[in-house]
């Protein structure tokens, strides 16, 4: 019976495995699936095709999620913002960890392949495979890792796309375009507020190298600025109209604007706002591209 007890996953405190998936990251990944299922959809919404396609991108979110904190155990146990996940805790054994995020990522990618199709399985996978295998490694040698992390937090509306009609298209391209340049003032945002605890544990964010914050505002100033052109590509194509347009023009220079106020105080505080800006930036602008396609 110890034998058997030492192999089997402690789902004795749930909370805790919760706590793994992180629920904030795991919830943007399905907006944004979401999205990309609905505005990839040709025909009429096929609603038990989108539920099984956020069952298994979710399951795969949520077990990445797990598999980063296995292998950042030790740096996270450093940093006092992620002190308190399970494993610096002790609340759950690595051992446990490890094998219900595997468990979640084949289970969810299965799932995809069985029930959706082979493209969107691949995608969740490949979202996986290269935020674990190289964002993760690469956080503690290069500020490139932001850039290359971009990669794979950009593909769920891809997962979404593909889901809904099999293929990628322009469309889907100019989605992931959108996440991709979303994601530098969002997470330089995050890193200037805890370049401390970065530091500390020994990752290269691109503020722990850059005290005085010039390349790290310069390049929130920069990427907002892309973010406003590239997304009004969606009416350019034909995918939105101008409802759509007006309102991403509107919402890209309020993000432009708040980037360019932080910049020139460069406190905490006013990264926080930036940070809450961008949390509210990309839904916004995901529920108007919905909106305008049911206006049409």
């Given at each position: 019976?110890?034998?058997?007890?030492?192999?089997?996953i402690?789902?004795?405190?749930?909370?805790?495995?919760?706590?793994?998936?992180k629920?904030?990251?795991?919830?943007?990944?399905?907006?944004?699936?979401?999205?990309?299922f609905?505005?990839?959809?040709?025909?009429?919404?096929?609603?038990?095709?989108?539920?099984?396609?956020?069952?298994?991108?979710?399951?795969?979110?949520?077990?990445?999620?797990?598999?980063?904190?296995?292998?950042?155990?030790?740096m996270?146990?450093?940093?006092?913002?992620t002190a308190?996940?399970?494993?610096?805790?002790g609340t759950?054994?690595?051992?446990?960890v490890?094998r219900f995020?595997?468990?979640?990522?084949?289970?969810?990618?299965v799932?995809?392949a069985?029930?959706?199709?082979?493209?969107?399985?691949?995608?969740?996978l490949?979202?996986?495979?290269?935020?674990?295998?190289?964002?993760?490694?690469?956080?503690?040698?290069t500020?490139?890792?932001?850039?290359v992390?971009?990669?794979?937090?950009?593909?769920?509306?891809l997962?979404?796309?593909?889901a809904?009609c099999?293929?990628?298209?322009?469309?889907?391209?100019?989605?992931?375009?959108?996440?991709?340049?979303?994601?530098?003032p969002?997470?330089?945002a995050?890193?200037?507020?805890y370049r401390e605890?970065?530091?500390?544990?020994?990752i290269?964010?691109l503020?722990v190298?850059?005290?005085?914050g010039?390349a790290?505002?310069g390049?929130?100033?920069?990427?907002?600025?892309?973010?406003?052109?590239?997304?009004?590509?969606?009416?350019?194509?034909?995918?939105?109209?101008?409802?759509?347009?007006?309102?991403?023009?509107i919402?890209?220079m309020?993000?432009?604007?708040?980037?360019l106020?932080?910049?020139?105080?460069?406190?905490?505080?006013?990264?926080?706002?930036?940070?809450?800006?961008?949390?509210?930036?990309?839904?916004?602008?995901?529920?108007?591209?919905?909106?305008?396609?049911?206006?049409?």
């Amino acid at each position: 019976m110890t034998t058997l007890r030492a192999h089997a996953i402690d789902f004795e405190k749930p909370w805790a495995y919760v706590v793994l998936t992180k629920p904030d990251v795991t919830f943007l990944v399905v907006i944004t699936t979401v999205a990309g299922f609905y505005l990839g959809s040709r025909a009429a919404l096929d609603w038990a095709l989108l539920a099984h396609t956020l069952i298994g991108t979710t399951l795969v979110g949520a077990g990445t999620a797990a598999l980063n904190q296995y292998i950042e155990r030790d740096m996270d146990a450093l940093m006092r913002r992620t002190a308190s996940r399970p494993l610096p805790l002790g609340t759950l054994q690595p051992a446990d960890v490890l094998r219900f995020g595997a468990a979640l990522v084949i289970i969810g990618s299965v799932w995809l392949a069985i029930a959706v199709n082979a493209l969107s399985a691949l995608l969740a996978l490949a979202t996986c495979l290269f935020y674990l295998g190289l964002y993760t490694p690469l956080k503690t040698r290069t500020t490139l890792a932001t850039a290359v992390g971009a990669l794979p937090g950009a593909l769920p509306p891809l997962i979404g796309w593909a889901a809904a009609c099999g293929h990628l298209s322009a469309g889907a391209w100019i989605l992931f375009a959108i996440l991709f340049f979303w994601q530098f003032p969002h997470f330089f945002a995050i890193a200037w507020m805890y370049r401390e605890d970065y530091a500390r544990a020994g990752i290269r964010m691109l503020p722990v190298v850059d005290p005085t914050g010039d390349a790290t505002f310069g390049q929130i100033v920069a990427t907002s600025a892309i973010l406003v052109p590239v997304a009004l590509l969606p009416s350019v194509i034909g995918m939105s109209g101008m409802r759509y347009f007006t309102g991403a023009l509107i919402l890209g220079m309020l993000l432009l604007q708040v980037s360019l106020w932080t910049s020139r105080s460069r406190t905490n505080v006013r990264a926080k706002w930036l940070m809450h800006a961008t949390v509210a930036h990309i839904p916004l602008l995901l529920l108007l591209m919905i909106f305008d396609k049911v206006g049409r």
